[in-house]
Nanobody
Framework: QVQLVESGGGEVQTGGSLRLSCAASGRTFSIYATAWFRQAPGKERERVANIVWNGGSTSYADSVKGRFTISRDNVKNTMYLEMSSLRPEDTAVYYC????????????WGQGTQVTVSS
């Protein structure tokens, strides 16, 4: 199993920045890719960004392109999400998740961290 723990959430004003972290432990050698998801009240969960751990290939939701940056530190087994130019619509609980090679669904999830952007 893989355990994921998010940190770094909080409240920030519109236009501000936050950095989320996701620390992985357990069978980290099995991780092929990790992703950040978010879910706002009354809305469906949305994949924000994902990264392949070997090679670092990334992809982003259109809503965050140019504002968010996903990265990972393979030595520390930690993934990051640098968020800038934050908007009230970015307010949500942010989750990190991981999946193994050949598996399309994200199997392991963190507990989530709240991000609130005030206007």
């Amino acid at each position: 199993q893989v355990q994921l723990v998010e940190s770094g959430g909080g409240e920030v004003q519109t236009g501000g920045s936050l950095r989320l972290s996701c620390a992985a432990s357990g069978r980290t050698f099995s991780i092929y890719a990790t992703a950040w998801f978010r879910q706002a009240p009354g809305k469906e969960r949305e994949r924000v960004a994902n990264i392949v751990w070997n090679g670092g290939s990334t992809s982003y939701a259109d809503s965050v392109k140019g504002r968010f940056t996903i990265s990972r530190d393979n030595v520390k087994n930690t993934m990051y999400l640098e968020m800038s130019s934050l908007r009230p619509e970015d307010t949500a609980v942010y989750y990190c998740a991981s999946r193994e090679f050949g598996v399309t669904q994200y199997r392991y999830w963190g507990q989530g961290t709240q991000v609130t952007v005030s206007s």
